[in-house]
């Protein structure tokens, strides 16, 4: 059983963590991107934002003012139980999640839509958000969070299976131009795109890719891999580059995930993480051991299943 | 490539300095400037609120900003980061804002349309600045010597709330306007989409079209 203070401590750790710390993964794209820029401005936003990095680690502040919509993705091996099951958990993460808002500090972003309400805590009515996934084996239990921006860089659209290809690039290029003139959508970033499911899980899906995947990860089906890198290049030659002015990079990495769709139907999502892409994690095990990482690893072969029985599952049940 | 020029600027400063400024300067502020966004200028315009500060004698410097900050039992405030919330949704109120408190200089994220710049920017005698990046919050949140005060903090919470900050050499900031109301995104969108014609060769518009899309690629999308 997974004891649920040191659930709700190292979800405070990692609050701290995610406002901070850029992960390794992205610094090294960001890097990689400010030695090939050549945009004059675009040159100087890049370099001020690596300075801006190790700022916020010497000083421990968060290294964006608007430190996002904290939010957690929790995934559990089969065996797992949680003290106090997960109400305990669900408890444990939004005191975490309000005892951050104070203590980083970060800003208190979640207000109710229409009154405005602000609990100054950043938790609310469906704030912060939880989600679930799960694994064949093990007890331990994944707890990540993302503190990804609220207002520009993502959009949905339903296409169709006579859109093709062609279709969807148009509505990538329309998503990254749209939202970064003028920076909005505080470019270069991982750009996430979900294609398939319904609305809502399209959406999804996007975020998730841009959420939870590294910068170097590729999608396990090599044509999509492929997309995925062709995409990246084609953000690339936009002409556009941090802020909306003349640069050559948008997009530090395009990631895509898949799902199952309606047969008449291709939707597609877009959604652009930011330059300070706030990700943390940590696994915890039974025995209280506490392991930090900055990769999710959300979607494994488990995740990605295509088959009703997962082939784990039934060579144990006929054993 | 070249570097950018760098300037100190005062938040209360002179119509000679402005006019010093051009797009794309770097620029760091001394002074006190104060966070206002929709929260305040609901309050101050619609509602008719007294604004609790003294405008522009204190302060020329208007911060579309909520900073990641907290207030400690002792009554202290904590400020870590600061950075800039989209400028263009405060359109609404400016005009009548900068009128009422003489604000001469406007910073935040994205900046407004010419048009914005030419209509009230330009006869109040006032210029836009940007946050970098965005944003480069831990950097700014350096430049942050002291919270001075939070007005209307019951009223409107902390993230609305009217932060006065006094800062030393606090930046980077772009000149994103200036005095004859040009503006620096707009100038780079113009040379962006020369190009995209290219970029979009091979791809093919949306069988199913969005009831009042445009396929023009110089639309500015904001205002």
């Known amino acids: 059983m997974i004891p649920i203070d040191v659930i709700e401590k190292t979800a405070g750790t990692l609050m701290d963590k995610a406002a901070i710390e850029i992960p390794d993964d992205y610094l090294t794209g960001l890097q990689h991107a400010a030695e090939t820029e050549d945009g004059d401005l675009s040159s100087f936003v890049l370099q001020a934002m690596l300075e801006n990095y190790k700022a916020a680690k010497e000083d421990r502040r968060a290294m964006c003012g608007d ?17 106090g099951g997960p109400v305990a958990l669900e408890s444990a993460l939004r005191r975490a999640t309000a005892q951050a808002t104070d203590g980083v500090p970060l800003r208190p972003n979640r207000v109710h839509p229409l009154w405005r309400t602000d609990h100054n805590n950043n938790v609310g009515i469906g704030a912060p958000e939880i989600e679930y996934g799960y694994e064949p084996g093990g007890e331990w239990i994944d707890l990540i969070t993302v503190h990804k921006g609220g207002l520009f860089g993502t959009d949905y659209r339903m296409l169709f299976p006579s859109d093709g290809i062609e279709g969807i690039k148009r509505f990538y290029l329309d998503s990254l131009v749209a939202f970064g003139k003028r920076g909005l959508a505080c470019q270069p970033a991982i750009i996430g795109i979900g294609l398939g499911g319904s609305k809502d899980t399209c ?26 890198r062709e995409f990246k290049d084609l953000g690339n030659s936009i002409g556009m580059g941090a802020m909306g002015f003349v640069g050559k990079n948008m997009v530090v990495d395009c990631n895509i995930e898949v799902g199952y769709c309606h047969t008449g139907g291709m939707q597609m999502s877009v959604h652009a993480f930011c330059l300070s892409s706030r990700r943390a994690v ?38 | 490539m ?101 604000a001469r200089l406007i910073i935040g994220k994205g900046g407004m349309s010419s048009k914005d710049y030419k209509e009230y920017f330009v006869p109040n005698g006032a210029i836009y600045l940007s946050t970098v990046g965005y944003g480069t919050g831990a950097l700014l949140g350096r430049g942050i010597e002291k919270v001075e005060a939070v007005h209307w903090r019951d009223e409107l919470g902390l993230a609305q709330a009217m932060w006065v900050i006094r800062c030393k050499k606090m930046g980077p900031f772009i000149v994103a306007s200036d005095l004859d109301g040009n503006c620096l995104f707009e100038r780079e969108n113009a040379k962006i989409v020369q190009n995209l014609d290219r970029v979009y060769e091979g791809t093919r518009p949306a069988t199913l079209k969005r009831y009042g899309e445009t396929d023009d690629r110089s639309d500015e999308v904001i205002g």
């Open chain 2, 2 to 102: 070249t570097k950018p020029r760098e300037i100190r600027l005062s938040t209360t400063p002179t119509p000679e300095a402005l006019a010093e400024l051009r797009l794309g300067d770097i620029v760091y502020l001394d002074g006190l400037l104060y966070t206002a966004r929709e929260g305040v200028y609901k309050r101050a315009l619609e509602e008719q609120a007294n604004i609790p500060m003294e405008l522009p004698g204190e302060s020329a410097a208007n911060f579309h900003c909520s900073p990641a900050a907290a207030i400690r039992s002792d009554g202290s405030f904590d400020m870590g980061a600061v950075t800039a919330t989209a400028s263009f949704r405060f359109a609404k109120w400016l005009p009548e804002w900068m009128e009422k408190t003489g």
């Open chain 1, 203 to 228: 959406m999804v899906l996007g975020k998730r890719a841009a959420c939870l995947r590294v910068v170097g990860s590729e999608n396990p089906d090599p044509k999509i891999a492929a997309l995925e």
């Open chain 1, 67 to 83: 430190t996002g919509c904290p939010r957690w993705y929790v995934k559990m091996g089969n065996e797992t139980q949680i003290e």
């Open chain 1, 282 to 319: 940590a696994r915890v095990y039974a025995d209280g051991r506490v392991e930090y990482r900055t990769d999710p690893d959300w979607f494994t072969p488990y995740q990605r299943r295509e088959t009703v029985e997962w082939p784990g599952s039934a060579q144990e049940a006929a054993e």
